[in-house]
Protein backbone atom coordinates (compact mmCIF):
# COMPACT_ATOMS: atom_id res chain seq x y z
CA UNK A 1 0.00 0.00 0.00
CA UNK A 2 1.46 3.41 -1.26
CA UNK A 3 1.88 6.66 0.89
CA UNK A 4 -0.35 8.00 -1.65
CA UNK A 5 -2.94 5.75 -0.98
CA UNK A 6 -2.82 6.00 2.59
CA UNK A 7 -2.54 10.27 2.53
CA UNK A 8 -5.81 10.37 0.27
CA UNK A 9 -7.76 7.58 1.85
CA UNK A 10 -7.40 9.44 5.27
CA UNK A 11 -8.20 12.98 3.39
CA UNK A 12 -11.43 11.62 1.97
CA UNK A 13 -12.51 9.57 5.92
CA UNK A 14 -11.91 13.08 7.48
CA UNK A 15 -13.90 14.75 5.19
CA UNK A 16 -16.76 12.96 5.65
CA UNK A 17 -16.50 12.53 9.36
CA UNK A 18 -16.20 16.53 8.88
CA UNK A 19 -19.54 16.39 6.98
CA UNK A 20 -21.08 14.36 9.48
CA UNK A 21 -20.12 15.78 12.66
CA UNK A 22 -21.30 19.48 11.38
CA UNK A 23 -24.88 17.93 10.45
CA UNK A 24 -24.75 16.43 13.83
CA UNK A 25 -23.96 19.77 15.08
CA UNK A 26 -26.73 21.68 13.13
CA UNK A 27 -29.11 19.10 14.27
CA UNK A 28 -28.28 19.43 17.61
CA UNK A 29 -28.89 23.52 17.85
CA UNK A 30 -32.64 23.03 16.17
CA UNK A 31 -33.80 19.77 18.34
CA UNK A 32 -36.58 20.49 20.97
CA UNK A 33 -35.81 17.64 23.00
CA UNK A 34 -38.76 15.55 22.60
CA UNK A 35 -39.33 11.81 22.47
CA UNK A 36 -40.44 12.26 19.19
CA UNK A 37 -37.52 14.13 17.68
CA UNK A 38 -35.00 12.21 19.10
CA UNK A 39 -36.89 8.59 18.02
CA UNK A 40 -38.23 9.54 14.86
CA UNK A 41 -36.51 12.85 13.97
CA UNK A 42 -40.44 14.40 14.65
CA UNK A 43 -41.55 12.37 11.69
CA UNK A 44 -41.17 14.94 9.38
CA UNK A 45 -38.93 13.40 6.61
CA UNK A 46 -40.43 13.24 3.00
CA UNK A 47 -40.87 9.98 1.29
CA UNK A 48 -37.66 10.28 -0.78
CA UNK A 49 -35.42 11.00 1.96
CA UNK A 50 -36.86 8.09 4.30
CA UNK A 51 -36.05 5.76 0.98
CA UNK A 52 -33.00 6.63 0.67
CA UNK A 53 -32.28 6.53 4.54
CA UNK A 54 -33.74 3.25 4.90
CA UNK A 55 -31.51 2.25 1.78
CA UNK A 56 -28.35 3.44 3.54
CA UNK A 57 -29.24 1.41 6.93
CA UNK A 58 -29.75 -1.75 4.67
CA UNK A 59 -26.94 -1.69 2.39
CA UNK A 60 -24.18 -2.81 4.96
CA UNK A 61 -20.57 -2.63 4.56
CA UNK A 62 -21.11 -6.58 4.83
CA UNK A 63 -23.32 -6.19 1.17
CA UNK A 64 -20.66 -3.50 -0.32
CA UNK A 65 -17.17 -5.60 0.55
CA UNK A 66 -18.62 -8.97 2.23
CA UNK A 67 -21.04 -10.10 -0.84
CA UNK A 68 -18.58 -8.73 -3.73
CA UNK A 69 -15.85 -10.86 -1.93
CA UNK A 70 -17.82 -14.30 -1.99
CA UNK A 71 -19.05 -13.77 -5.14
CA UNK A 72 -15.38 -13.42 -6.62
CA UNK A 73 -14.29 -16.27 -4.56
CA UNK A 74 -17.36 -18.72 -4.47
CA UNK A 75 -19.16 -17.40 -7.51
CA UNK A 76 -22.22 -18.52 -7.83
CA UNK A 77 -22.66 -20.30 -4.48
CA UNK A 78 -21.48 -16.43 -3.39
CA UNK A 79 -24.18 -14.34 -4.92
CA UNK A 80 -27.04 -16.44 -2.76
CA UNK A 81 -26.22 -14.23 -0.23
CA UNK A 82 -27.20 -11.51 -2.47
CA UNK A 83 -30.29 -13.09 -3.30
CA UNK A 84 -30.98 -13.87 0.52
CA UNK A 85 -30.84 -10.16 1.58
CA UNK A 86 -32.91 -9.12 -1.25
CA UNK A 87 -35.65 -11.49 -0.73
CA UNK A 88 -35.43 -10.80 3.07
CA UNK A 89 -36.43 -7.01 2.04
CA UNK A 90 -39.70 -8.47 0.35
CA UNK A 91 -40.31 -9.93 3.24
CA UNK A 92 -39.90 -6.79 5.26
CA UNK A 93 -41.86 -4.50 2.45
CA UNK A 94 -45.14 -7.56 2.39
CA UNK A 95 -45.36 -8.68 6.11
CA UNK A 96 -44.43 -6.03 8.31
CA UNK A 97 -43.42 -2.33 7.09
CA UNK A 98 -46.72 -0.57 6.79
CA UNK A 99 -48.43 -2.71 9.67
CA UNK A 100 -45.48 -1.57 12.13
CA UNK A 101 -45.73 1.90 11.33
CA UNK A 102 -49.15 1.59 12.00
CA UNK A 103 -49.40 0.42 15.42
CA UNK A 104 -45.89 1.38 17.22
CA UNK A 105 -44.56 4.73 18.23
CA UNK A 106 -40.96 4.30 18.06
CA UNK A 107 -39.86 0.50 18.99
CA UNK A 108 -40.70 -3.21 18.56
CA UNK A 109 -41.76 -3.17 21.62
CA UNK A 110 -44.89 -0.86 20.75
CA UNK A 111 -46.63 -2.97 18.51
CA UNK A 112 -46.46 -5.87 20.80
CA UNK A 113 -47.61 -4.02 24.30
CA UNK A 114 -50.47 -3.00 22.51
CA UNK A 115 -52.31 -5.80 23.07
CA UNK A 116 -50.75 -7.33 25.65
CA UNK A 117 -49.65 -6.70 29.42
CA UNK A 118 -46.71 -4.13 29.08
CA UNK A 119 -44.56 -4.34 31.55
CA UNK A 120 -43.19 -7.87 30.68
CA UNK A 121 -43.39 -7.69 27.07
CA UNK A 122 -41.59 -4.18 27.04
CA UNK A 123 -39.03 -6.00 28.87
CA UNK A 124 -38.76 -9.46 26.57
CA UNK A 125 -39.02 -7.38 23.48
CA UNK A 126 -36.58 -4.39 25.17
CA UNK A 127 -33.73 -6.90 25.83
CA UNK A 128 -33.71 -8.81 22.46
CA UNK A 129 -33.83 -5.83 20.56
CA UNK A 130 -30.68 -4.48 23.02
CA UNK A 131 -28.67 -8.18 21.97
CA UNK A 132 -29.67 -8.19 18.57
CA UNK A 133 -28.13 -4.54 18.14
CA UNK A 134 -24.99 -5.20 20.30
CA UNK A 135 -24.25 -8.19 18.03
CA UNK A 136 -24.60 -6.39 15.07
CA UNK A 137 -22.55 -3.62 16.59
CA UNK A 138 -19.70 -5.88 17.46
CA UNK A 139 -19.37 -6.87 14.07
CA UNK A 140 -19.72 -3.60 12.78
CA UNK A 141 -16.91 -2.68 15.24
CA UNK A 142 -14.48 -5.40 14.20
CA UNK A 143 -15.30 -4.91 10.79
CA UNK A 144 -14.19 -1.20 11.08
CA UNK A 145 -10.73 -2.05 13.15
CA UNK A 146 -9.71 -4.51 10.75
CA UNK A 147 -10.91 -2.82 7.14
CA UNK A 148 -9.29 0.32 7.94
CA UNK A 149 -6.51 -1.34 9.54
CA UNK A 150 -6.16 -2.81 6.38
CA UNK A 151 -6.63 -0.59 4.01
CA UNK A 152 -4.32 2.19 5.77
CA UNK A 153 -1.35 -0.29 5.63
CA UNK A 154 -1.40 -0.62 9.26
CA UNK A 155 -2.42 -4.18 10.33
CA UNK A 156 -0.92 -3.94 13.76
CA UNK A 157 -3.29 -4.25 17.00
CA UNK A 158 -2.77 -0.63 18.06
CA UNK A 159 -3.61 0.51 14.74
CA UNK A 160 -6.91 -1.48 14.68
CA UNK A 161 -7.88 -0.77 18.17
CA UNK A 162 -7.90 2.75 17.76
CA UNK A 163 -10.15 2.26 14.90
CA UNK A 164 -12.85 0.79 16.91
CA UNK A 165 -12.37 3.63 19.98
CA UNK A 166 -12.44 6.08 17.26
CA UNK A 167 -15.76 4.65 15.32
CA UNK A 168 -17.20 4.11 18.72
CA UNK A 169 -17.01 7.52 19.80
CA UNK A 170 -18.09 9.05 16.48
CA UNK A 171 -21.30 7.05 17.00
CA UNK A 172 -21.82 8.15 20.42
CA UNK A 173 -21.73 11.94 19.08
CA UNK A 174 -23.88 10.92 16.65
CA UNK A 175 -26.68 9.62 18.02
CA UNK A 176 -26.43 11.53 21.76
CA UNK A 177 -26.38 14.69 20.26
CA UNK A 178 -27.79 14.68 16.84
CA UNK A 179 -30.69 11.79 17.50
CA UNK A 180 -32.69 10.26 14.41
CA UNK A 181 -32.70 13.53 12.46
CA UNK A 182 -28.58 13.96 12.21
CA UNK A 183 -28.82 9.84 12.00
CA UNK A 184 -31.23 10.06 8.98
CA UNK A 185 -29.38 12.57 6.95
CA UNK A 186 -26.33 10.56 7.65
CA UNK A 187 -27.76 7.72 6.27
CA UNK A 188 -28.87 10.00 3.09
CA UNK A 189 -25.59 11.41 2.42
CA UNK A 190 -23.84 7.18 2.85
CA UNK A 191 -26.22 6.25 0.49
CA UNK A 192 -25.62 8.72 -2.44
CA UNK A 193 -21.82 8.17 -1.71
CA UNK A 194 -22.18 4.12 -1.61
CA UNK A 195 -24.79 4.25 -4.81
CA UNK A 196 -22.45 6.64 -6.61
CA UNK A 197 -19.34 4.66 -6.04
CA UNK A 198 -21.24 1.35 -6.65
CA UNK A 199 -22.37 2.57 -10.25
CA UNK A 200 -18.78 3.85 -11.31
CA UNK A 201 -17.51 0.52 -10.51
CA UNK A 202 -20.06 -1.25 -12.18
CA UNK A 203 -19.64 0.87 -15.07
CA UNK A 204 -16.05 0.83 -15.61
CA UNK A 205 -16.12 -3.46 -15.25
CA UNK A 206 -18.69 -3.49 -18.10
CA UNK A 207 -16.50 -1.30 -19.95
CA UNK A 208 -13.34 -3.29 -19.28
CA UNK A 209 -15.39 -6.33 -21.15
CA UNK A 210 -16.98 -4.13 -23.74
CA UNK A 211 -20.44 -4.58 -22.28
CA UNK A 212 -20.32 -8.71 -22.82
CA UNK A 213 -21.69 -10.00 -19.91
CA UNK A 214 -21.10 -13.60 -21.20
CA UNK A 215 -17.42 -12.63 -21.60
CA UNK A 216 -16.86 -11.25 -18.37
CA UNK A 217 -18.49 -14.45 -16.67
CA UNK A 218 -16.35 -16.79 -18.75
CA UNK A 219 -12.98 -14.48 -17.81
CA UNK A 220 -14.19 -14.97 -14.07
CA UNK A 221 -14.60 -18.39 -14.20
CA UNK A 222 -11.11 -19.42 -16.31
CA UNK A 223 -9.18 -17.42 -13.53
CA UNK A 224 -11.21 -18.92 -10.93
CA UNK A 225 -9.47 -22.22 -10.86
CA UNK A 226 -12.97 -24.25 -10.80
CA UNK A 227 -13.73 -23.17 -14.42
CA UNK A 228 -17.95 -23.73 -15.47
CA UNK A 229 -18.08 -25.27 -11.71
CA UNK A 230 -17.41 -21.42 -10.61
CA UNK A 231 -20.61 -20.47 -12.79
CA UNK A 232 -22.91 -23.35 -10.83
CA UNK A 233 -24.11 -24.12 -7.62
CA UNK A 234 -21.82 -26.25 -4.86
CA UNK A 235 -18.35 -24.90 -5.09
CA UNK A 236 -19.26 -23.43 -0.92
CA UNK A 237 -22.41 -25.43 0.04
CA UNK A 238 -21.86 -28.72 -1.97
CA UNK A 239 -20.14 -30.28 0.45
CA UNK A 240 -21.43 -32.75 2.95
CA UNK A 241 -24.85 -32.72 4.60
CA UNK A 242 -23.83 -30.69 7.20
CA UNK A 243 -22.46 -27.93 4.93
CA UNK A 244 -26.11 -28.08 3.15
CA UNK A 245 -28.13 -27.76 6.22
CA UNK A 246 -25.70 -24.97 7.53
CA UNK A 247 -26.56 -23.25 4.59
CA UNK A 248 -30.47 -23.64 4.85
CA UNK A 249 -29.89 -22.66 7.96
CA UNK A 250 -28.01 -19.14 7.07
CA UNK A 251 -30.59 -18.56 4.14
CA UNK A 252 -33.78 -18.85 7.09
CA UNK A 253 -31.35 -16.56 8.94
CA UNK A 254 -30.94 -13.57 6.55
CA UNK A 255 -34.45 -13.68 4.75
CA UNK A 256 -36.42 -13.38 7.83
CA UNK A 257 -34.68 -11.87 10.60
CA UNK A 258 -34.27 -8.81 8.30
CA UNK A 259 -37.85 -7.67 9.34
CA UNK A 260 -36.94 -8.23 12.95
CA UNK A 261 -33.79 -6.12 13.01
CA UNK A 262 -34.60 -3.13 15.17
CA UNK A 263 -32.54 -0.29 13.19
CA UNK A 264 -34.57 -1.44 10.08
CA UNK A 265 -38.18 -1.31 11.46
CA UNK A 266 -37.19 2.46 13.35
CA UNK A 267 -37.01 3.88 9.98
CA UNK A 268 -40.89 3.63 9.19
CA UNK A 269 -41.13 5.71 12.15
CA UNK A 270 -39.44 9.00 10.54
CA UNK A 271 -42.69 9.68 8.34
CA UNK A 272 -46.04 11.39 8.84
CA UNK A 273 -48.29 8.48 7.77
CA UNK A 274 -48.69 5.16 6.75
CA UNK A 275 -49.14 6.25 2.49
CA UNK A 276 -45.59 8.31 3.14
CA UNK A 277 -44.36 5.09 4.85
CA UNK A 278 -45.42 3.03 1.75
CA UNK A 279 -43.99 5.51 -0.57
CA UNK A 280 -40.51 5.17 1.20
CA UNK A 281 -40.53 1.55 0.15
CA UNK A 282 -40.73 2.12 -2.93
CA UNK A 283 -38.18 4.58 -3.07
CA UNK A 284 -35.88 2.27 -0.97
CA UNK A 285 -37.03 -1.43 -2.83
CA UNK A 286 -35.84 0.41 -6.05
CA UNK A 287 -32.04 1.96 -4.95
CA UNK A 288 -31.77 -1.80 -2.67
CA UNK A 289 -32.54 -3.73 -5.78
CA UNK A 290 -30.28 -2.01 -7.80
CA UNK A 291 -27.52 -2.14 -5.79
CA UNK A 292 -27.33 -5.67 -5.26
CA UNK A 293 -27.45 -6.44 -8.99
CA UNK A 294 -24.25 -4.09 -9.21
CA UNK A 295 -22.65 -6.08 -6.46
CA UNK A 296 -23.35 -8.91 -8.77
CA UNK A 297 -21.14 -7.30 -11.49
CA UNK A 298 -18.23 -6.09 -8.94
CA UNK A 299 -18.21 -9.51 -7.71
CA UNK A 300 -17.70 -11.44 -11.22
CA UNK A 301 -15.45 -8.41 -11.70
CA UNK A 302 -13.10 -8.83 -8.87
CA UNK A 303 -13.04 -12.53 -10.24
CA UNK A 304 -12.25 -11.65 -13.80
CA UNK A 305 -9.96 -8.59 -13.22
CA UNK A 306 -8.31 -9.37 -9.77
CA UNK A 307 -8.13 -13.18 -9.52
CA UNK A 308 -9.65 -15.16 -6.40
CA UNK A 309 -6.23 -16.13 -5.90
CA UNK A 310 -4.72 -12.12 -5.39
CA UNK A 311 -7.99 -11.55 -3.70
CA UNK A 312 -7.58 -14.37 -1.21
CA UNK A 313 -4.13 -13.81 -0.75
CA UNK A 314 -4.86 -10.06 0.58
CA UNK A 315 -8.12 -11.19 2.94
CA UNK A 316 -8.91 -14.69 3.51
CA UNK A 317 -13.00 -13.58 3.45
CA UNK A 318 -12.58 -12.05 -0.05
CA UNK A 319 -13.10 -8.70 2.17
CA UNK A 320 -10.84 -6.58 0.07
CA UNK A 321 -12.29 -7.64 -3.06
CA UNK A 322 -13.63 -4.62 -4.24
CA UNK A 323 -10.96 -1.67 -3.11
CA UNK A 324 -8.43 -4.15 -5.25
CA UNK A 325 -10.95 -4.19 -7.85
CA UNK A 326 -10.97 -0.26 -8.05
CA UNK A 327 -7.17 -0.21 -7.88
CA UNK A 328 -7.00 -2.34 -11.18
CA UNK A 329 -9.78 -0.54 -13.01
CA UNK A 330 -8.40 2.72 -12.32
CA UNK A 331 -4.77 2.10 -13.57
CA UNK A 332 -3.11 -0.14 -11.02
CA UNK A 333 -0.89 0.01 -8.16
CA UNK A 334 1.10 3.55 -8.74
CA UNK A 335 -1.30 4.81 -11.19
CA UNK A 336 -2.89 8.43 -10.32
CA UNK A 337 -6.40 6.90 -11.13
CA UNK A 338 -5.84 3.76 -9.24
CA UNK A 339 -4.91 5.64 -6.12
CA UNK A 340 -7.47 7.94 -6.92
CA UNK A 341 -10.24 5.50 -7.01
CA UNK A 342 -9.03 3.17 -4.26
CA UNK A 343 -8.67 5.67 -1.65
CA UNK A 344 -13.21 6.51 -3.18
CA UNK A 345 -13.96 3.38 -2.18
CA UNK A 346 -12.18 2.71 0.79
CA UNK A 347 -13.71 6.19 2.01
CA UNK A 348 -17.05 4.56 0.87
CA UNK A 349 -16.79 1.57 3.00
CA UNK A 350 -15.63 3.86 5.84
CA UNK A 351 -18.48 6.14 5.56
CA UNK A 352 -20.98 2.73 5.74
CA UNK A 353 -19.85 1.36 8.39
CA UNK A 354 -20.02 4.85 10.36
CA UNK A 355 -23.97 5.24 8.93
CA UNK A 356 -25.07 1.81 9.97
CA UNK A 357 -22.77 1.74 13.67
CA UNK A 358 -24.92 4.87 14.04
CA UNK A 359 -28.45 3.41 13.19
CA UNK A 360 -27.88 0.41 15.05
CA UNK A 361 -27.29 2.76 18.53
CA UNK A 362 -29.79 4.25 18.58
CA UNK A 363 -32.44 1.73 17.93
CA UNK A 364 -30.86 -0.14 20.99
CA UNK A 365 -30.63 3.12 22.94
CA UNK A 366 -34.33 3.85 22.33
CA UNK A 367 -34.97 0.16 23.27
CA UNK A 368 -32.91 0.82 26.76
CA UNK A 369 -34.82 4.04 27.36
CA UNK A 370 -38.35 3.56 26.38
CA UNK A 371 -38.75 -0.29 26.64
CA UNK A 372 -36.77 -1.17 29.32
CA UNK A 373 -36.04 1.57 31.82
CA UNK A 374 -40.13 3.03 31.23
CA UNK A 375 -40.99 -0.75 32.46
CA UNK A 376 -38.33 -0.58 35.18
CA UNK A 377 -37.76 2.61 36.63
CA UNK A 378 -39.57 3.48 40.38
CA UNK A 379 -43.08 4.91 40.01
CA UNK A 380 -41.98 7.40 43.06
CA UNK A 381 -40.36 10.63 42.39
CA UNK A 382 -39.53 12.34 39.41
CA UNK A 383 -38.72 9.82 35.95
CA UNK A 384 -35.62 11.10 34.16
CA UNK A 385 -36.30 11.79 30.93
CA UNK A 386 -36.57 9.35 28.61
CA UNK A 387 -34.49 11.18 25.88
CA UNK A 388 -32.04 12.12 28.69
CA UNK A 389 -32.08 7.78 29.23
CA UNK A 390 -31.62 7.21 25.42
CA UNK A 391 -28.72 9.50 25.59
CA UNK A 392 -27.31 8.17 28.85
CA UNK A 393 -27.74 4.54 26.98
CA UNK A 394 -26.04 5.37 23.82
CA UNK A 395 -23.10 6.13 25.84
CA UNK A 396 -23.15 3.28 27.57
CA UNK A 397 -23.90 0.85 24.38
CA UNK A 398 -21.00 2.73 22.72
CA UNK A 399 -18.50 1.58 25.13
CA UNK A 400 -19.70 -1.86 25.59
CA UNK A 401 -19.67 -2.34 21.72
CA UNK A 402 -15.63 -0.60 21.99
CA UNK A 403 -14.98 -2.73 24.60
CA UNK A 404 -16.46 -6.22 23.15
CA UNK A 405 -15.01 -4.61 19.95
CA UNK A 406 -11.50 -4.65 20.99
CA UNK A 407 -11.85 -8.11 22.90
CA UNK A 408 -12.61 -9.55 19.46
CA UNK A 409 -10.43 -7.82 17.24
CA UNK A 410 -8.55 -11.15 15.88
CA UNK A 411 -11.51 -13.22 15.78
CA UNK A 412 -13.37 -13.77 12.64
CA UNK A 413 -16.93 -11.80 12.85
CA UNK A 414 -18.86 -13.44 10.16
CA UNK A 415 -20.28 -15.52 12.57
CA UNK A 416 -21.65 -12.41 14.88
CA UNK A 417 -23.96 -11.41 11.81
CA UNK A 418 -25.80 -14.38 11.80
CA UNK A 419 -26.21 -14.81 14.75
CA UNK A 420 -27.39 -11.11 14.95
CA UNK A 421 -29.87 -12.12 12.23
CA UNK A 422 -30.84 -15.67 13.91
CA UNK A 423 -31.52 -13.88 17.03
CA UNK A 424 -33.43 -11.23 15.56
CA UNK A 425 -35.42 -14.04 13.27
CA UNK A 426 -35.78 -16.61 16.27
CA UNK A 427 -37.19 -13.97 19.02
CA UNK A 428 -38.49 -10.80 16.99
CA UNK A 429 -40.01 -12.05 14.17
CA UNK A 430 -42.37 -14.82 15.86
CA UNK A 431 -43.43 -12.54 18.46
CA UNK A 432 -44.07 -9.79 15.88
CA UNK A 433 -46.00 -11.66 13.04
CA UNK A 434 -48.11 -13.50 16.23
CA UNK A 435 -49.03 -9.90 17.36
CA UNK A 436 -50.56 -8.66 14.24
CA UNK A 437 -52.08 -11.47 12.62
CA UNK A 438 -53.26 -14.40 15.78
CA UNK A 439 -56.48 -13.01 17.65
CA UNK A 440 -55.68 -15.31 20.28
CA UNK A 441 -51.78 -14.37 21.57
CA UNK A 442 -51.45 -13.41 24.81
CA UNK A 443 -48.97 -12.04 27.15
CA UNK A 444 -47.31 -15.14 28.13
CA UNK A 445 -47.46 -16.61 24.33
CA UNK A 446 -45.66 -13.43 23.78
CA UNK A 447 -42.83 -13.35 26.46
CA UNK A 448 -42.39 -17.13 25.48
CA UNK A 449 -41.78 -16.76 21.64
CA UNK A 450 -39.21 -13.92 22.74
CA UNK A 451 -37.23 -16.12 24.83
CA UNK A 452 -37.98 -19.04 23.44
CA UNK A 453 -36.35 -17.90 20.07
CA UNK A 454 -33.35 -15.90 22.27
CA UNK A 455 -31.87 -18.34 24.67
CA UNK A 456 -31.87 -21.14 22.02
CA UNK A 457 -30.35 -19.06 19.76
CA UNK A 458 -27.49 -17.69 21.56
CA UNK A 459 -26.58 -21.15 23.52
CA UNK A 460 -26.67 -23.21 20.13
CA UNK A 461 -24.24 -20.94 18.80
CA UNK A 462 -22.09 -20.97 22.29
CA UNK A 463 -22.41 -25.25 21.18
CA UNK A 464 -21.42 -24.72 17.98
CA UNK A 465 -17.99 -25.68 16.04
CA UNK A 466 -17.68 -21.45 15.72
CA UNK A 467 -16.72 -21.31 19.46
CA UNK A 468 -14.96 -24.36 19.85
CA UNK A 469 -13.55 -27.88 18.44
CA UNK A 470 -11.91 -26.74 15.20
CA UNK A 471 -8.66 -24.99 14.35
CA UNK A 472 -10.72 -21.99 13.01
CA UNK A 473 -12.46 -21.85 16.18
CA UNK A 474 -13.01 -18.86 18.52
CA UNK A 475 -11.30 -20.64 21.08
CA UNK A 476 -9.24 -23.76 19.44
CA UNK A 477 -8.00 -25.08 22.64
CA UNK A 478 -11.06 -26.62 23.91
CA UNK A 479 -14.12 -28.34 22.46
CA UNK A 480 -17.55 -28.68 24.12
CA UNK A 481 -18.93 -28.76 20.52
CA UNK A 482 -22.36 -30.39 20.36
CA UNK A 483 -24.32 -28.66 17.82
CA UNK A 484 -22.74 -29.35 14.41
CA UNK A 485 -24.13 -26.31 12.45
CA UNK A 486 -22.42 -22.97 12.31
CA UNK A 487 -25.77 -20.64 12.50
CA UNK A 488 -28.67 -22.09 14.70
CA UNK A 489 -31.45 -20.73 12.77
CA UNK A 490 -33.12 -23.84 11.37
CA UNK A 491 -33.41 -24.72 15.20
CA UNK A 492 -34.00 -21.58 16.70
CA UNK A 493 -36.38 -20.04 14.81
CA UNK A 494 -39.08 -22.98 14.62
CA UNK A 495 -38.56 -22.90 18.64
CA UNK A 496 -39.13 -19.44 19.03
CA UNK A 497 -42.75 -19.95 16.62
CA UNK A 498 -43.54 -23.20 19.13
CA UNK A 499 -42.68 -21.18 22.15
CA UNK A 500 -45.07 -18.35 21.26
CA UNK A 501 -48.05 -21.27 20.57
CA UNK A 502 -47.17 -22.97 23.18
CA UNK A 503 -47.07 -20.29 25.81
CA UNK A 504 -50.56 -18.89 24.22
CA UNK A 505 -52.53 -21.95 24.43
CA UNK A 506 -51.21 -23.11 27.72
CA UNK A 507 -52.22 -19.16 29.17
CA UNK A 508 -55.29 -18.69 31.56
CA UNK A 509 -55.26 -15.09 29.87
CA UNK A 510 -58.28 -14.14 28.27
CA UNK A 511 -57.53 -12.28 24.64
CA UNK A 512 -58.72 -8.73 24.08
CA UNK A 513 -61.09 -9.00 21.46
CA UNK A 514 -61.60 -5.43 21.52
CA UNK A 515 -57.94 -4.75 21.50
CA UNK A 516 -57.03 -6.87 18.47
CA UNK A 517 -59.83 -5.43 16.43
CA UNK A 518 -58.51 -2.37 17.43
CA UNK A 519 -54.94 -3.45 16.74
CA UNK A 520 -56.08 -4.67 12.91
CA UNK A 521 -57.90 -1.66 11.64
CA UNK A 522 -54.96 0.57 13.09
CA UNK A 523 -52.29 -1.69 11.32
CA UNK A 524 -54.54 -2.13 7.82
CA UNK A 525 -56.04 0.97 7.37
CA UNK A 526 -53.39 3.57 9.96
CA UNK A 527 -56.89 5.00 11.43
CA UNK A 528 -55.51 6.12 14.82
CA UNK A 529 -51.77 5.64 14.14
CA UNK A 530 -49.44 7.94 15.83
Not at 132 to 153: E, F, P, R, T
Request: with cysteine; proline share 3%.
Amino acid sequence: MTGDHQTLALLLFSGFVVVTLAITTWVSRRRHGSAEEFYAGGRLFSPMENGFAIAGDYMSAASFLGISGLIALYGYDGLLYGVGFLVAWLVVLFLVAELVRNCGRFTLADVVAARMSERPVRIAAGASSVTVSVLYLVAQMVGAGSLVALLLGRTSGAAQSWTVIGVGALMVIYVSLGGMRATTWIQIVKAVLLLSGTVVLTVLVLLRFHGDVDRLLLTAAERSGHGRAFLAPGLKYGGDWNARFDFISLGLALVLGTAGLPHILSRFYTVPTARAARRSVVWSIGLIGGFYLMTIVLGFGAAAVVGPRTVRGSNAAGNTAVPLLALDLGGGAGSTGGTVLFAVVAAVAFATILAVVAGITLASSASVAHDLYASLRRRRGKPRSEVAVARCAAVGIGVVAIGLGLLARDLNVAFLVGLAFAVAASANLPVLLYSLFWRGFTTRGAVWAVYGGLLPAIGLVLLSPVVSGSPESLFPGVDFQYFPLENPGIVSIPLGFLAGWLGTVTSDEVPDEAKYAETEVRSLTGAGAV
